[in-house]
């Protein structure tokens, strides 16, 4: 079945460090992937998308994420944390090619310490 | 992109009630849809709201439990019916909105007692 794997549930960091959230999706054709934050309390907030073309995409707020088809990934960076970043990352794929079906990962969880 | 309201916020309702969470858009959309996120969980997809015909239910969800309107192409209503303390979630609608892309709601906190 289609999936979509965030092996991290819960990370931590420090303010101004550097940040890499995983995702991973399940094989087969490459699906149009997404990156979406939600803060608490929050709806969810888009950060930036991947359909085509080059594999470093940028997004709002600093993020940006590479996607690499040889591993299936699609990770989000971000070169120096701020304290605003915490909150619950969603990496989520639509596998139906373009009707929007978006498959969701379970999360992961970001905390920054001062 | 446009500007997503959903009414409430939040509620606390009794077992055995329905509570109608409201969707409106500010602008025409052709596409909404209605997601469940269960206490620590990621979203998964109720169904997608058709204008003018009946909403398209994804596995494990039903439209006698989860009711959905879509009158026009602005506005839509998920009823969460005969609610138990296991329908306690954040609700959220979506709408897609070109480049198939989905922005979403502030969501509806449900808690149920």
């Known amino acids: 079945a289609q999936s979509v794997t965030q092996p991290d549930i819960h990370i931590t960091v420090s303010e101004g460090a550097s940040l890499e959230l995983r995702c991973n999706y399940s094989y087969g054709a490459t699906p149009y992937l997404f990156w979406y934050v939600q803060s608490p309390g929050q709806g969810l907030q888009l950060l930036l998308k991947?359909?085509?073309?080059?594999?470093l995409v940028q997004g709002i707020k600093g993020f940006e994420a590479e996607f690499k088809r040889s591993q299936s990934s699609f990770n989000l960076r971000k070169p120096s944390v701020h304290w605003s970043d915490a909150a619950e990352y969603f990496c989520a794929a639509d596998f139906s090619g373009g009707y929007n079906k978006l498959i969701f990962g379970a999360g992961t969880r970001l905390a920054v310490h001062p | 992109s446009a500007v997503i309201s959903q009414k409430p916020s939040r509620d606390i309702c009794q077992r055995g009630t329905s509570l109608t969470i409201q969707c409106q858009v500010d602008?025409?959309?052709?596409?909404m849809f209605w997601y469940r996120q269960q206490p620590g969980q990621s979203l998964t997809l109720i169904a997608t709201a058709n204008q003018g015909s009946e909403a398209t239910y994804e596995s494990g969800f039903v439209i006698d439990k989860f009711p959905i309107s879509r009158p026009n192409l602005t506005f839509s209503t998920l009823t969460v019916s005969n609610m138990s303390p296991e329908d306690s979630s954040i609700y959220l609608c979506?709408?897609?909105?070109?480049?198939?892309?989905?922005?979403f709601g502030a969501g509806t906190r449900l808690s149920v007692l």
């Open positions: 991947y359909f085509s073309g080059d594999t």
């Open positions: 979506s709408i897609g909105q070109g480049e198939n892309i989905q922005y």
């Open positions: 602008s025409q959309v052709t596409m």
